[in-house]
Antibody, heavy 117, light 107 residues
Framework: EVQLVESGGGLVQPGGSLRLSCVAS????????MNWVRQAPGKGLEWVAY????????YYADSVKGRFTISRDDAKNSLYLQMNSLRAEDTAVYYC??????????WGQGTLVTVSS | DIQMTQSPYSVSASVGDRVIITCRAS??????LAWYQQKPGKAPDLLIY???SLEDGVPSRFSGSGSGTDFTLTISSLQPEDFATYYC?????????FGQGTKVEIK
């Protein structure tokens, strides 16, 4: 069974930093590209970042470019999102999601990030 | 960036109804169009990928079609468990983008 388990969310002040983690199991992690997707309270879905399994290529949403960094450790079956210079508008549930044919096949349960003073 | 616009924003329907949700892209997205279902408090579930391919385990009452800039998700006979919010998503080019969502409510 495929499982994606996020952690690392919490309350952080504006301008602060947070590192999210996602541990994967039930599939060959190193063979799959991965994503972070977020959802602000009561709002729709927003793709955040992508990291390709084959060559490590990385892409970001304009809203997070220069502030967030996606990375992966295939030896630990883990995906990360380093979030710096956090803003109130970054408040959201953050999901990691496995890529399949450029769609999001499997999702974690999400971790809530709240940016507030 | 490619903007994805879904219509309607919400639809009120009865069990057994046929429901059609449309998704229009601001530019052509080839076939890299997916549909998701999300229920309150839950992560989304993939229904359709590559415009019309049904994800394993998804009931056959769901179907997707379209090309270029115009796509549809059809639920042929609405079931009680289908009341949810539906999103389209393009993966033609980065940044990948979602539609704003369509809420399917009980009539």
């Amino acid at each position: 069974e495929v499982q994606l388990v996020e952690s690392g969310g919490g309350l952080v002040q504006p301008g602060g930093s947070l590192r999210l983690s996602c541990v994967a199991s039930g599939f060959i992690y190193s063979s799959h590209s991965m994503n972070w997707v977020r959802q602000a309270p009561g709002k729709g879905l927003e793709w955040v970042a992508y990291i390709r399994s084959s060559d490590g290529s990385i892409y970001y949403a304009d809203s997070v470019k220069g502030r967030f960094t996606i990375s992966r450790d295939d030896a630990k079956n883990s995906l990360y999102l380093q979030m710096n210079s956090l803003r109130a508008e970054d408040t959201a549930v953050y999901y990691c999601a496995r890529d399949y044919r450029y769609s999001f096949l499997n999702w974690g349960q999400g971790t809530l990030v709240t940016v507030s003073s | 960036d490619i903007q994805m616009t879904q219509s309607p924003y919400s639809v009120s329907a009865s069990v057994g109804d046929r429901v059609i949700i449309t998704c229009r892209a601001s530019q052509a997205v080839s076939s890299w169009l997916a549909w998701y279902q999300q229920k309150p408090g839950k992560a989304p579930d993939l229904l359709i990928y590559a415009t019309s391919s049904l994800e394993d385990g998804v009931p056959s009452r769901f179907s997707g079609s379209g090309s270029g800039t115009d796509f549809t998700l059809t639920i042929s006979s609405l079931q009680p468990e289908d009341f949810a919010t539906y999103y389209c998503q393009q993966a033609h080019s980065f940044p990948w983008t979602f539609g704003q969502g369509t809420k399917v409510e009980i009539k």
